[in-house]
């Protein structure tokens, strides 16, 4: 039991230090510092930094993406094969994760802090190590939403997910700058205010018609056309 609880203080104690400082500039040293464990303690549950990092992301991210592939199996067992609503899938994907977010005492919340910083700013050796854990859980949902927007070419899809993302990133990591949109304090702490002004921003952007791309390679398509 001692080594679980010192386990466990580890993982706390670098999970809210990477969300402060980054990864980067947070030493062993101030991990165990703040963890009230010797630097032994670190190398012997995890070896190495890079192992320390992965475990901070596995303990709650393979939950969470546990949990979003079981509400999706649920929802296409009842479809029998139909085509899921679009409003269905984001709840099962970004609903889970901002239901995880709400919870302050489990450290669910800390934890989607750290992913969203993640998000914006990643290292080499951490956007590696997402993009696996990532990989089954996005082609699913991917495949899902495809067949939920059959109008919706598939990049675009994806395109839309990226920027979906990054919203849930920003209004868990940063409500503090709604203050600087806003004169007076917003109900920010209210998680399930923001649970369904998120929702129905991600849903509309999700069925926004299809941008009209002008880029340079479309434009010298179409100048080869007129020739």
Do not use: C
């Not at 479809?79 to 489990?106: C, H, N, W, Y």
């Not at 993640?118 to 991917?142: C, D, H, M, Q, W």
């Amino acid at each position: 039991m001692a080594e679980i609880d010192t386990r466990l203080r580890i993982l706390d104690a670098a999970e809210v230090l990477f969300t402060e400082q980054g990864f980067e500039a947070t030493t062993l040293r101030q991990i165990t510092g703040a963890a009230e464990v010797n630097l032994a303690a670190v190398n012997y549950h995890f070896g190495s930094k890079e192992e320390l990092i992965r475990e901070v992301f596995r303990r709650r991210l393979t939950w969470l993406n546990q949990r979003r592939l079981q509400e999706l199996d649920r929802l296409e067992a009842e479809a029998a094969g139909g085509p899921l609503k679009p409003s269905q899938i984001l709840e099962v994907f970004f609903g889970v994760a901002l239901k995880m977010a709400a919870d302050t005492s489990g450290g669910g919340r800390a934890f989607l802090r750290l992913l969203g910083r993640t998000y914006s700013k990643p290292s080499e050796f951490v956007r590696g190590f997402l993009a696996e854990e990532y990989a089954a859980v996005i082609n699913r949902f991917k495949a899902a939403l495809i067949k939920a927007l059959p109008g919706v070419p598939g990049k675009e899809i994806l395109w839309r997910f990226h920027f979906m993302l990054g919203a849930m990133s920003y209004a868990i990591a940063g409500t503090d700058a709604l203050h600087i949109v806003a004169e007076d304090a917003l109900d920010d702490g209210d998680p399930e205010a923001l649970y369904a002004r998120l929702m129905s921003f991600m849903l509309g952007g999700l069925r926004a018609p299809l941008p009209e791309l002008h880029t340079e390679s479309a434009k010298r398509r179409g100048v080869k056309k007129a020739a």
